[in-house]
Structures are given as structure tokens and as C-alpha cells.
């Protein structure tokens, strides 16, 4: 039912009731009148004073009132509908949920296992359950092992009795000790040096030991073990000659030196020179007492050493063919006559320490002033000692079958004795044959004073060797001197030995009779000097001089008194001038043995009338004038054939009375034997 009043918009105080009850709009009818009354939001009003929000004043209608509060809510639509969130921060669990219309759900809070949790209206607390945790610190004490302190040893007790133990304060009451604390919770007890007797002071011409403030140095090493015994006494491990731990010192040359990696000696850090080596192993010390004992000094380039190289107990290692040169002016470079002086000796006169030097590797020594290389004196040269006295005076030279050494004598001094040029028989210089002239030079001013390689031994030659030159090879390149001169001494080893060539040592330019190409040589200059001595094991071999035969040796081997060979050999084959190849003229004895083969030119064989035994093994000396001094030698070859000057000769032959017999004594076929029934030489057939 609607209003009859014709207006759409009724006003308070009108009467649009239609059935009549005579009440206004605005009014609500009697109940008995039963009749609706349709209000609209135009006769609604508004009787309070003011509403903020909306900005409703007194007598607006409702559906001004409704608008402006649409217009409100669409407002704060538009500002925060969608823009207020709920989101989990943080690295810990979640405490809300997002259910699926979008509601906002905040869980609940549960204490775990020792956690308590209460709240009231304002706050949530969480916190630890005293008792749980009471219990997990009484649980975790008692695991802990009980620790008891005791004083142990027979010093003054720090620890205090239990069951409060405690460690008493340690402290100095005279001032001897000074006592302090560490940063990492240690104790540092030292001597009071202030309190330390003065006067103390240092002997003898070591190292000092003894301070200026009275304090004493102490004492360690890289290399040595240092004890210090119960009494006080200071041990310092010795090493002795068998011990593994022996310095090697590098020798380089080519080596660069720069401030951040100066020369030590090692093989990263060779030295430059020599006689760097030769001072780091001294030290100290001296030549015959070094510092460093037993070293080894390893030369790797070419170097040259105004310092003589001799010293006591240590090795000299040529590698990859170098030269070591002795520019100094001592008559030998290695030389145990300069050690021996300063060597103790007891009251008897034997020596009270040892002497000996090595020298190995693959290479060359040689000097630049006259004189030899190796000049070596056993003990026993000196004084007859006991033999039971363990020291000695000797050289090694070579420790293995792979050491080649050469012993080249110096010639660089030699120009000022230069007498004329090396010419042949027609007066053509044999350095002309090449071009360019070569300078072949020939002198008669020196004599043969210096042997290369001189060693003494004693009077009784087996009992003690000073030298030994048993193993690997020894090359000996000579000019006006003797190779090898060996006195009272057995000998062994290996040897090739060759004149310089370029510069020879002639009698006086005269040339041998009957061989007028031949300079006639200096009398007593050979390769070998036996002087009451023995060759055992030995080899010789011999360079060949290529075209030239105008030059030698007075002789190869030069015996004096009883000297001898035993179970040697020799390969040699050369064109070398020989007026003898064994001059026994001063031999004492009466037989001679070789066994070995012999090629080169000379006039005799056996020099010395006195010998009257030859034997040999084997052979062929073809080249010889004569055989000997003596015209009624025997020539024994013990069954083999020798040629001598193109002569076979054999004195071993076996005698058979005929051709069965030999055949029955076992000789084959074509075999040769003294027929004694004829006297003839006969063949088996």
C-alpha cells in the first residue's frame, strides 16, 4: 500500500495514514487500528547533535545519513581492502595459518620438554621449568671425573690438602729466581743473572762460552747430538769415520747469485769457487784439523784455486769431465809431506792421528807451475812405528770402476825454457805439417825431478799402502817429467800413459844412433819408476801418437833394486820411442815375468846385463833393435809363441820321441811339438 498524499517524499506532521486513524506518518498506529504504516528513509531523522565520521547533523534524514555512509565505506574500501597483510618473518616456525576464504588464523603456544608458557590478557610468557633445568646441571656435574691433586716427587709440596684443594704461589725470597706468569697460563722460572758470580772468563782458542755480564752461552748443534749427564757432565756425540752423515759442498761456476739466494754450498746453491768450498770446510780449523771432517767437495764447471787443495779426511769429486786447477806455487797440488809436520806424535815419534785425502769422479787436475800432482808419504817413510798403531798417512784415487781420472802435468810454465822448434830429420818442423802451424817446441833444460803421481811406502812394502789407485782409470799425460815413481809400495790399477807431445824433454837434440828421426831422450825419463816396489794387478795401456815416432822415454818401466811385477797385464801398442822398454840396469834381480803384448819402436827390449831369466806368457815386441845387454838371456815363454824383432821364439815347447806319442799325451791333429828323436820341430797328423 502506498501514500495517497501525492508526494513521494513525506515530511513529520503529515497524515498519510490510509485508514484513517488520524495519526502522523511518523508515528507508529494503535494496534487496534491494524493498519501498516509505510515509513520511508525520508521520514527518518537524524535528532542527536552531530555524527563525525559521516558528518550527519541533527534533523538530516536517514537516506542522507545512508549516503554519506556508503560514500565512507567505499572510501575506506578503496584505502585498505586489500593492503593489510599477515606474513611469517624470520627463520622460525610460522604462528598463524591462512585458511581457504582468506581468514587469518594465530596458533596456539605449547611448552616443550622443560619449557613453561602462561598468559593473561595482555601477554604470552615463555620461559625454562627451573626444576628440569636443576636437574640437567646436577646430571651433567656429576659426569664430571673428579680431578684430585697431589704432590708427587721429593720437592717442596704446592699442592694444599683437600677437600678444597689449592696450589700454593710460587716465589723467589733471596732474588735468585725470577718467576712470571705466561700469557698462555704457564710458569717461567730463570736464573737471576744479576746474582751469577763475575769474574768468569774463557780459555784456550775456541769458542767462547763465558759472557760479558757473566751469563754462559750454551751450546747446540745442526749435526751432532749434545746431552748433558746426571754429574753435570756436557757429551757431545763424535762421528766417526763410518758415520752416514758426511756435508757435500757444490762447486758451480755458472751460478747466480742473488740477494735472496746467496751460494751455501748446496746443490741448489753451489758456490761459485773453489776456495768457497775449500774455506767451509776448514772453518775454523786448518788444512790437516778442519771443521767439517769427512766432507766432500763436488766440482761441476771448471775452476781454478790459488789456495792448495790438500785437506785431511776429506773427497774431491770432479763431475762431467771438469778441470781443477792449482795456480798456487807448491811443487805438488795434493801433498801429504805438508800435513805431516803438524800432525801430533807421541814421545815415540808415531804419529797420534791419521792423514788421507780421496779424489774420484771424471776429470782433470793439473797445475800452472812446475812440479807433479800427487806427491804421497806413508807414516812408516818417517819413523818405524808399531805395527799395531792404527793411523796412517795415505790417498784414495778412484772408489769405483766408473771413476776416469786424468793427471795432466802443467806445461803452462814452460815456454821460458823453450830451446828450438821440433823438427825432422831434414830440418822441417813438424808443426808446419798442419794448418794452421801448430807450435811444436822441445826442451833440454829440465830435468826428470817431479814425477806426476810420487808415493813412498816403507821398508817393508806389504804392510801398509799409501796410496791406492786399484779401481776405475787413471789417465797420465806427462812432458818433461816421470808418470808414476813409486818407492817401498805395491801398486795396482789401470793406467794410460801418454808424452804431452807438443812439448817434449830431449837429452840434448842429439837423435838416436841408427835412428836419425828419433830425438834421443833424457836420460831416466820413463812412464813407470818401480824403486823396490811391486806392480800387482795391474794394466798399462797406451795412447798412440799418430804419425810422429820422433820422440819418447828413455824407457817404459825403470826397475831399481828388487822390483818386480805380479800377475799383470799390458795392452800397448804404440809408435812412442823407447830406448828400452825395461831398463833393469839397476835390478836387483836376476828373473823377470810379464805377461802381455808390447808394439813399439826401440833398440832393446830388456836394458841390464844382469838379468838373466825372461818369461812370458804371451807377446810381441817386433819392433826392437836387440833383446837385451845380456847375449845368454833365457827367453822362456812357457809354451807359447813370442815374436821379438820377427823372430818367433819358444822355450816351452813339449818333447815327444814321436808322432803316437804326442798323440797319446792327448795332442789333436796339426799340433806342434819337439820331435826329440830328430831334434826337429814336428807336427801331429
Known amino acids: 500500500m502506498s501514500c495517497n498524499c501525492g508526494k513521494r ?340 815419534g808415531n804419529i797420534n792421528e791419521s792423514f788421507y785425502m780421496k779424489l774420484r769422479g771424471q776429470g782433470t787436475f793439473t797445475k800452472t807451475t812446475i812440479g807433479g800432482i800427487v806427491n804421497v808419504k806413508g807414516s812408516r817413510y818417517y819413523h818405524t812405528e808399531d805395527s799395531n798403531n792404527p793411523n796412517s798417512i795415505s790417498f784414495v784415487i778412484n772408489e769405483s770402476d766408473t771413476d776416469s781420472l786424468v793427471f795432466l802435468e802443467p806445461t803452462s810454465y814452460l815456454s821460458e825454457y823453450y830451446d828450438a822448434d821440433q823438427v825432422d830429420s831434414l830440418g822441417a818442423k813438424y808443426g808446419d805439417r798442419y794448418t794452421p802451424a801448430a807450435t811444436y817446441k822441445l826442451t833440454s833444460r829440465l830435468e826428470p825431478l817431479y814425477p806426476v803421481i810420487r808415493a813412498y811406502g816403507e821398508s817393508n812394502p806389504g804392510l801398509t799402502y799409501s796410496i791406492n789407485m786399484n779401481l776405475g782409470k787413471i789417465k797420465i799425460v806427462t812432458a818433461v817429467n816421470k808418470a808414476i815413481s813409486v818407492t817401498k809400495l805395491n801398486i795396482g790399477g789401470t793406467y794410460t800413459i801418454e808424452p804431452y807431445g807438443t812439448l817434449i824433454s830431449v837429452k840434448d837434440g842429439t837423435r838416436v844412433d841408427g835412428h836419425p828421426e828419433v830425438y834421443a831422450p833424457k836420460s831416466g825419463m820413463c812412464m813407470v819408476e818401480l824403486i823396490e816396489s811391486t806392480l800387482w794387478n795391474s794394466k798399462f795401456t797406451a795412447v798412440n801418437g799418430g804419425t810422429f815416432s820422433h820422440y819418447g822415454y828413455d824407457s817404459f818401466f825403470r826397475l831399481v833394486g828388487k822390483s818386480g811385477f805380479n800377475s799383470c797385464s799390458f795392452d800397448y801398442a804404440s809408435n812412442y820411442w823407447f830406448n828400452s822398454l825395461f831398463d833393469m840396469t839397476l835390478a836387483t834381480v836376476n828373473s823377470f815375468a810379464y805377461s802381455g803384448t808390447f808394439a813399439a819402436n826401440g833398440k832393446k827390449l830388456i836394458a841390464g846385463a844382469n838379468i838373466t831369466d825372461f818369461w812370458s806368457t804371451g807377446g810381441n815386441f817386433s819392433t826392437f833393435d836387440s833383446i837385451t845387454d845380456n847375449p845368454d838371456l833365457n827367453i822362456n815363454t812357457n809354451g807359447t809363441f813370442v815374436t821379438i824383432n820377427g823372430k818367433i821364439y819358444n822355450s816351452g815347447i813339449s818333447a815327444y820321441a814321436s808322432n803316437n806319442d804326442a798323440k797319446t799325451a792327448g795332442l789333436l791333429k796339426n799340433a806342434i811339438y819337439m820331435n826329440s828323436t830328430t831334434n826337429t820341430i814336428s807336427k801331429v797328423y
Open 9 to 348: 517524499n513525506c515530511t513529520c506532521g503529515k497524515i498519510h495514514n490510509p485508514c484513517g486513524c488520524g495519526k502522523p506518518a511518523c508515528e507508529k498506529c494503535p494496534k487496534a487500528c491494524n493498519c501498516p504504516v509505510q515509513v520511508t528513509t525520508d521520514c527518518v531523522v537524524f535528532e542527536n547533535d552531530i555524527l563525525p565520521i559521516v558528518g550527519a547533523k541533527q534533523c538530516d534524514t536517514l537516506t542522507s545519513i545512508l549516503f554519506s555512509l556508503e560514500a565512507y565505506l567505499g572510501y575506506l574500501d578503496e584505502k585498505i581492502g586489500d593492503k593489510v597483510k599477515f606474513t611469517n618473518t624470520g627463520v622460525g616456525n610460522s604462528i598463524f595459518t591462512e585458511d581457504s576464504d582468506g581468514n587469518i588464523n594465530l596458533k596456539g603456544i605449547v611448552g616443550g620438554t622443560g619449557i613453561d608458557v602462561t598468559s593473561d590478557d595482555k601477554s604470552v610468557t615463555v620461559g625454562v621449568n627451573e626444576g628440569w633445568l636443576d636437574g640437567k646441571i646436577d646430571s651433567k656435574v656429576n659426569a664430571i671425573p673428579k680431578v684430585t691433586l697431589t704432590n708427587t716427587g721429593s720437592g717442596t709440596k704446592l699442592v694444599t690438602g683437600g677437600p678444597d684443594y689449592g696450589v700454593k704461589t710460587l716465589g723467589s725470597s733471596d732474588g735468585t729466581l725470577n718467576i712470571n706468569n705466561l700469557e698462555d697460563g704457564g710458569v717461567n722460572i730463570t736464573l737471576n743473572k744479576d746474582i751469577l758470580p763475575k769474574g768468569v772468563s774463557n780459555k784456550g782458542t775456541g769458542i767462547k762460552l763465558a759472557n760479558d755480564d757473566g751469563s754462559i752461552s750454551t751450546i747446540k748443534s745442526n749435526s751432532l747430538n749434545i746431552s748433558k749427564e746426571e754429574d753435570g757432565t756436557v757429551f757431545i756425540e763424535s762421528i766417526a769415520k763410518g758415520f752416514g752423515y758426511i756435508k757435500e759442498y757444490y762447486v758451480n761456476s755458472g751460478y747466480v747469485v742473488t740477494e735472496d739466494s746467496p751460494s751455501d754450498g748446496s746443490v741448489i746453491r753451489p758456490f761459485r769457487t773453489f776456495e768457497e768450498a775449500y774455506k767451509a770446510v776448514v772453518g775454523n780449523g786448518d788444512f790437516v784439523h778442519p771443521d767439517n771432517k769427512y766432507a766432500v767437495i763436488k766440482v761441476q764447471t771448471y775452476s781454478e784455486t790459488s789456495i792448495n787443495p790438500t785437506i785431511n779426511t776429506v773427497t774431491i769429486e770432479l763431475q762431467n769431465n771438469v778441470t781443477l786447477v792449482y795456480t798456487g806455487n807448491d811443487l805438488y797440488m795434493f801433498d801429504s809431506e805438508k800435513a805431516y809436520p803438524l800432525l801430533s806424535k807421541n814421545s815415540d
